[in-house]
């Protein structure tokens, strides 16, 4: 079965900070990788996605960037951190070819300080 | 999409009554529906599916309504207990190709015993 694995679950990092977070999806070939954000009470905000080893769309313009360095793994990075980084980031995956659901991970919270 | 800067509406009910979340959708080529609930802290949970082809589905205790004229999807779940309680959002999919899963406006379920 596939299962998908990101961590840390929670981070506080200073402001001006590096940042990586990663995910990686076991049982399943060539997923479509997500990243979302999530503000305290709010909805879900897609930040970017891929469809494929290297290659990254991006939704919204924004300190952060992502990765796609194997087939299953996805890493969301910044190189400094802001205080309106903060929030509540999941990682999720769904099939490649077909357009169904897509399955999270359990998140990781992000407070920056 | 552009919702995701408001704050999530409230829905309270009592535990036995039967709850309803809706949900409008904007792209008329989406073909594909998903309703997640999301407790705190935790990643959104797959409950129940529909595809355009179809105006009703039923799950354990909740049903899903689908009526495209409108572009309006409903949530029904009978007999609301309190571990019902949770945020649920609708997501949308679907044209040809890779298309991203697109987030509505979640609802925050409030059950009292």
């Known amino acids: ?113 | 999409g552009e919702s995701v800067g408001l704050h999530l509406p409230t829905l309270s009910v009592q535990e036995g009554d039967n709850s309803i979340i809706n949900c409008a959708y904007s792209n008329s080529a989406s073909d594909y529906f998903i309703w997640y609930k999301q407790e705190s802290g935790k990643g959104p949970q797959f409950i129940i599916d529909i595809r355009s082809n179809m105006d009703k589905r039923q799950g354990q205790r909740v049903t899903v309504l689908l009526n495209k004229t409108v572009k309006h999807l409903s949530l029904q779940i009978a007999a609301t207990q309190p571990g019902d309680s949770a945020v649920y959002f609708c997501a949308e999919t679907g044209g040809t190709g890779f298309q991203k899963l697109v987030f509505g406006t979640g609802t925050r379920l409030l059950v009292s015993p």
């Open chain 1, 1 to 113: 079965s596939q299962t998908i694995h990101q961590w840390p679950a929670t981070l506080v990092q200073p402001v001006g900070s590096p940042l990586s977070l990663e995910c990686t999806v076991e049982g399943t070939s060539n997923p479509n990788l997500y990243w979302y954000r999530q503000a305290a009470g709010r909805g879900l905000q897609l930040l970017f996605y891929s469809v494929g080893i290297g290659q990254i769309s991006s939704e919204v313009p924004q300190n952060l960037s992502a990765s796609r360095p194997q087939d299953r793994q996805f890493i969301l990075s910044s190189k400094k951190l802001l205080l309106s980084d903060s929030g509540f980031y999941l990682c999720a995956w769904s099939p490649p070819w077909v357009n169904t659901e897509a399955f999270f991970g359990q998140g990781t919270r992000l407070t920056v300080v």
